[in-house]
């Protein structure tokens, strides 16, 4: 029994800490957040851009818009800045910059 605990806790940590996942101060945040959680936990981006473009159905025919963010947190000159991707209000992904 004892050596199959001793492997699920070494695994563990690889995959509590996996991509989409990255520490907030306190806190550890993944792309099933809310934005405005993301934002009481992490506080504003440190740079963001926004995109929109259409949205078309099968057809080709323009059925809406949608709206793109990318956020980026700087987190120090030790850890590779965070980028997390908002789609239509919501968050999509959380990677590494050091992933893209």
């Known amino acids: 029994m004892a050596p199959r605990l001793s492997c699920l806790l ?5 995959i509590c800490l996996g991509d989409g996942f990255f520490r907030c101060g306190n ?3 993944s792309s099933d957040i809310s934005v ?14 926004s995109t929109t473009g259409d949205v078309r159905n099968e057809y080709g025919v323009k059925v809406g818009t949608s709206t793109t963010q990318v956020w980026r947190y700087d987190r120090g000159s030790r850890a590779a800045a ?5 789609i239509d209000g919501k968050v999509q ?8």
């Open 36 to 49: 405005a959680d993301l934002l009481k936990k992490c506080g504003n981006p440190t740079s963001q851009t």
């Open 82 to 86: 965070m980028i997390v991707t908002i």
């Open 10 to 14: 070494l695994l563990l940590p690889g």
């Open 27 to 29: 806190y550890l945040v």
């Open 93 to 100: 992904s959380i990677d590494s910059e050091s992933a893209r």
